[in-house]
């Protein structure tokens, strides 16, 4: 009896061991995407090396995607361009891409009357 209890405590542990580890390799990354006008792009298919996801942005610009440990760069593909972004070594789960547009200081904005 003193075998089966240690023979199921050993299969759960192994198992419970072997779910933690393929669950450390992934991650999500969400941000966005902004075209080169500083403004949010819509429509743009954002893609990964080592991982079979894929995802369009929102008309917000948007995207969210699960990749790999071993992922070494994103790829953002526009209507006429691709880009790529390495982020080998980025451990931020929030990763925009492209310059956001500045707004003028509340100084050169002028209010209608």
């Known amino acids: 009896m003193k075998i089966v209890y240690t023979f199921i405590i ?3 542990l192994t198992v419970i061991i072997g779910i933690n ?3 450390a390799g992934s991650r999500v990354i969400k941000g966005i995407v902004y075209n080169s ?3 949010p792009a819509s429509g743009v298919l954002v893609t ?3 991982s079979k996801d894929k995802f369009y942005t929102s008309f917000d610009g948007v995207y969210v995607i ?3 440990s071993k992922t070494a760069c994103l790829k953002f593909k526009f209507h006429d361009r691709e880009e790529k972004l390495e982020i080998a070594g980025n451990k931020s789960n929030v990763i925009n891409f492209g310059k956001k547009a500045e707004l003028p200081p ?3 904005i ?3 009357k």
């Open 21 to 23: 580890g393929c669950m």
């Open 48 to 50: 990964a090396d080592h």
């Open 106 to 108: 509340s100084s050169q």
């Open 10 to 12: 050993s299969l759960f």
């Open 66 to 68: 699960k990749i790999d």
């Open 37 to 39: 006008e500083g403004k």
């Open 110 to 112: 002028s209010n209608p």
